[in-house]
């Protein structure tokens, strides 16, 4: 019969099993009836000739069964009948199955979520043509410190032109602009590129085009192509927004072009807040060509033509600046060298959250292998719990193919079970680090259950409950019976299931040592970095930040007016004590500036931070003078320049004198007197060290940074409560002046601070659930095994009991043998943690990997936790009654 | 009781299964009758043998079974050749008289 007609008559035999059984009978009696009769006719009675023809032929029901055993349809429903059976016996051991499916959850869910992720942020390609092709060229100027500073414009054009390496190239600047004239005034994130920028990255836009050569220039540049984000927010994805105008910065643009959704260039990485929104195009002044080293900043990409490597294009885009540096001799000499790097775009946009993966996904495999070595054992524990059934099944007939299925079938539903709960544990799991996770982890919003993975770790945990499942089985099935069933035989576990059982808890304990150990120390690393001194106090204090643009203030002294009138409004407003404003705040904006002190060498440049503020500013912040005095509104555009300096500045470039009074240069606007210094304060990262520090009065210095302001406001005590309320107020103020200023990026302090340590917390929230669930997992093991191997030696315990032993030298016995694995596992953690300290010691805040107090206290916790895990079977063992138990089998 | 029966190899009794039903369709009882008329007593088949037989050609697509009433109007499957059952047949004959003429020669050689 053909496979379809057998595979669809085995089918109505599995469902009709009754009918087909019914017709099966009736064939055979019918067969069994006929020979009767011929028996009959030869001459014997009717109950002789049944007889006969019994003997003769066999019996109905053994043939029957014979007949039957054959067909595939029955041995399909053997098999449903041992799963039923399966589900029978877990359902009466639930403690056993729930820890074990829970186990298997945890490792498949955690795993899956954190590779999940790891996937998304770090290994998945760019949405660009060839992304291993991109390359950055940024350069440094090592004399002075000074690194990652992009190119100047005249440099750009160099390079474009005499480069080797490059099929195409392109700049790009940051860019950001104040949208007005379409309701509330908003604050947009832009990038100014050159033409060739989107041929470069090879992705064409879903409407309308890109920039033309032409509109490179100032003049025709009015054109945008705005983000698939900024297309749905602002115009609800309507397809006539073409040629639709706006303006940026009072300067109208018209929109030509939408890109698709997944291009987010050269914010890959970032948080969706900080993406940029819309593309203008970059047109070089002629001054700033000619004045080549007056900014830096221009950010250049270029394409590896196919054939050429990095370390080529390296080697020729240096070629390329020695020979500008050559021609223009007299700009690049002293400290004024610069020198190129080439790297792969793909690997910039994700270096920072690099090393943060890659130890999420070291530690969360250890949970893993964990998981596995507890199902493991309490697959080996009952397993050996079934020998004896096991035994007698194999006296009585059974095959040894089918006890060793039997002893499958439940490993590989604890493996279904596990797994189902592991997917959607793992689905939950990416939910909550979509929502929850640090911001600045890039592409968060992407990261979906990456099916590869899941498959892997499902793979993972079937394997080994089927190897834990079977190696019992397999043992048991080679046994004789007899030797399972003698009387005074221990049932069960034989020496080398007893020895594998010790083995993996040791190994679970040493992981999970492991495990604790990072996580103290890094818990400890952050709050460390928490009880860093801010040098400011951030309590209630908001932030509000505002940009005067260009065109509408072209003149700084107008600018004035306006920050003054608002200073001065805001300082009035209800729950406000008071007010300050800068150009740069800290743990949120950096800028740099060269300077020169007085009576230094004419090319002898240093760097230190640099922001613009208000009179007033310091004492908001609550920040405190340690010398002289602070800005003042008689500091103007036409009185001597003055500036201020933090205790770093004067440690490191005004030794000896008196550092007031004492004069630099800088940006050629003359010699600029130090009237105060106050305390250190954290710029870049808490745990950074506080950097040198020069700040300007907004009021008397204007550049080209000193656009954007932000407003800080420390509230009364008794209002701190009502920020939201307060924010509001700011705005109205703010529209008040003028109601074309966008107010954007209203913050506390308090979060700026906890912003900036947003990644770290969230790596050590991680990093202690792990140790937690490891500790967890491995007292578990512990437990599991202990209590087994306890109840197996009842008969022992009994007998000595019986024989006088008295209960503290049963607990300690049992103890004993728990203090000793976990002992073992200790050691075993240390060692393995020695040998992977370096992972961690680059997320460390002034704590050694090999802490000494945490050293100590983490295996002293393991232990202790060790011991409580044996408590229990312990007392158990102790409370039976010899006489029971020893009657008991 | 001859016990000639257990040896029969499981191939020959399915050609002798097939060979029977050369004459035309048969239910289990009469293929059963048949060889033990035919052979002469010599091969007794037991219910289970033959019906394992029955099912195995069943599954090769060599005999087709079919529910018909018998000349005592009591329900029976009779079993037919299929075409490929016949060439099936063909072939084991050929093959098993090149066995049959084979050994007989190793027996004669002295």
């Not at chain 1, 240093?606 to 602070?630: C, I």
């Not at chain 1, 895990?869 to 409370?879: E, G, I, K, S, V």
């Amino acid at each position: 019969m053909s496979l379809l007609r057998n595979i669809k008559l085995g089918l109505r035999t599995v469902f009709r099993k009754k009918r087909a059984a019914q017709e099966l009978d009736e064939e055979l009696t019918a067969f069994l009836e006929m020979a009767a009769e011929q028996k009959i006719e030869q001459g014997l009675s009717r109950k002789e000739a049944i007889r006969a023809v019994r003997l003769e032929r066999g019996t109905l029901g053994v043939t029957k069964e014979v007949v039957q055993s054959t067909a595939w349809e029955s041995v399909a429903g053997t098999y449903w009948m041992d799963v039923r059976f399966g589900v029978r016996m877990l359902l009466k051991s639930p403690g056993f199955a729930a820890v074990t499916v829970l186990t298997l959850a945890l490792g498949i869910g955690v795993n899956t979520a954190v590779f999940s992720a790891v996937d998304t942020v770090l290994l998945q390609p760019l949405p660009y043509s060839h992304p291993e092709q991109l390359m950055l060229v940024s350069e440094a100027l090592p004399q002075l410190g000074a690194d990652d500073m992009g190119v100047a414009a005249g440099e750009y054009l160099d390079y474009r032109d005499r480069n080797r390496s490059f099929s195409q190239t392109a700049a790009y600047q940051d860019a950001g602009f104040n949208l007005t004239g379409a309701g509330t005034p908003l604050r947009v994130t832009a990038d100014s590129a050159t033409a060739s920028l989107f041929p470069l990255l090879g992705v064409r836009p879903i409407l309308g085009r890109t920039f033309a050569e032409e509109e490179s220039v100032a003049g025709a540049d009015g054109v945008a192509v705005i983000s698939h984000d900024f297309w749905q927010r602002q115009y609800g994805g309507d397809s006539g927004v073409l040629g639709k105008t706006i303006k940026l910065d009072e300067k109208p643009y018209s929109i030509i072009g939408v890109m698709p959704a997944s291009f987010r260039f050269p914010s890959d990485a970032a948080p969706a807040s900080e993406r940029v929104q819309l593309w203008v195009p970059l047109s070089f002044p002629a001054d700033l060509i000619q004045d080549r080293l007056r900014e830096f900043g221009t950010n250049f990409i270029g394409r590896l033509k196919p054939g050429f490597s990095g370390v080529q294009a390296a080697q020729d885009i240096e070629n390329v600046a020695q020979g500008f540096m050559r021609e223009h001799a007299e700009v690049y000499s002293g400290s004024l060298l610069v020198k190129p790097r080439v790297f792969a775009y793909a690997a910039h946009s994700v270096s920072k959250t690099r090393p943060l993966l890659l130890f999420l996904m070291a530690a969360v495999a250890c949970v893993l292998l964990i998981a596995c070595a507890n199902v493991g054992n309490l697959l080996l524990a009952r397993a050996s719990r079934r020998s004896r059934e096991m035994s007698i099944r194999a006296a009585v007939g059974a095959v040894r193919r089918r006890l060793i299925v039997q002893c499958l079938i439940e490993s590989l539903l604890l493996a279904l079970l596990g797994g189902m709960s592991g997917i959607l544990l793992a689905g939950i799991l990416v939910a909550g680090l979509r929502r929850f996770g640090p911001p600045n982890l890039g592409r968060l919003q992407d990261i979906a259950v990456h099916p590869h993975t899941l498959v892997f770790t499902l793979l993972v945990c079937v394997i080994t409950s089927i190897a834990f499942g079977l190696i019992p089985a397999l043992r048991l099935s080679q046994t004789s019976p007899q030797s399972c069933m003698k009387e005074s035989a221990q049932p069960g576990l034989s020496r080398a299931t007893q020895t594998l059982q010790t083995r993996l808890v040791i190994c679970e304990i040493a992981i999970a040592l492991v495990l604790v150990i990072g996580g103290s120390v890094l818990l400890k690393s952050f709050i460390r970095v928490l009880n860093v001194p801010f040098g400011f106090d951030p309590n209630g204090v908001i932030v509000v930040r505002t940009l005067f643009d260009r065109p509408r203030y072209p003149d700084p002294a107008k600018r004035a007016v306006v920050q003054r009138d608002l200073l001065e409004r805001l300082s009035h407003l209800p729950g406000i004590r008071a007010v300050g404003a800068a150009s740069h705040l800290p743990l949120s904006d950096e800028r740099r500036i060269g300077f020169r002190l007085e009576n230094a060498a004419e090319d002898d440049y240093h760097w230190a931070e640099n922001s613009m503020l208000s009179p007033g500013y310091f004492q908001t912040m609550g920040m405190s003078f340690v010398r002289g005095k602070d800005f003042s509104y008689a500091d103007t555009a036409g009185t001597p320049p003055v500036a201020v300096v933090n205790e770093m500045f004067a440690k490191k470039f005004l030794m000896g004198a008196d550092p007031i009074q004492q004069r630099f240069h800088w940006g050629g606007r003359g010699l600029f007197s130090v009237i105060g210094i106050v305390n250190d304060v954290r710029i870049s990262a808490l745990d950074a060290e506080p950097p040198p520090m020069i700040y300007f009065s907004m009021f008397q210095i204007d550049t080209g940074a000193s656009a954007g302001t932000a407003f800080v406001l420390r509230l009364d005590r008794s209002s701190e409560k009502m920020e939201q309320g307060i924010f509001k107020e700011v705005q109205e103020t703010i529209w008040t002046v003028d109601k074309d200023l966008p107010a954007y990026n209203t913050t506390t302090l308090t979060a700026l601070v906890s912003d900036s340590v947003a990644q770290r917390r969230f790596m050590t929230l991680l990093m202690s659930s792990f140790a937690l669930l490891a500790l967890l997992m491995a007292a578990m093991g512990l437990f599991s095994v202990i209590s087994y191997t306890a109840s197996e030696r009842t008969r022992e315990l009994a007998v000595r009991m019986a024989l006088g032993a008295r209960r503290g030298s049963i607990y300690w016995m049992i103890l004993r043998r728990g203090g000793a694995m976990a002992l073992f596992g200790c050691l075993a953690g240390l060692a393995a943690f020695s040998a992977g300290s370096r992972l961690l010691e680059a997320n460390l805040y002034q704590v050694s990997a090999f802490d000494p107090a945490t050293l100590i206290l983490a295996p002293l916790l393991l232990i202790g936790v060790a011991f409580l895990a044996c408590y229990l079977p312990a007392r158990r063992a102790t409370q039976v009654d010899p006489l029971v138990s020893l009657r008991y089998e | 009781m001859p016990d000639k029966p257990s040896d029969l190899i499981q191939g020959t009794l399915d050609m002798l299964v097939l060979k029977t039903l050369t004459l035309g369709p048969m239910h289990g009882y009469g293929v059963s009758a048949r060889i033990e008329q035919v052979s002469r007593g010599v091969f007794h088949l037991n219910a289970g043998s033959l019906f394992l037989a029955i099912q195995r050609l069943e599954a090769d697509d060599l005999i087709e079974g079919e529910w018909k009433p018998t000349e005592n109007n009591r329900r029976a499957r009779y079993y037919a050749l299929t075409k490929k059952g016949r060439k099936r047949l063909d072939s084991e004959t050929r093959e098993w008289n090149r066995q049959i003429a084979a050994v007989a020669r190793i027996l004669e050689a002295s």
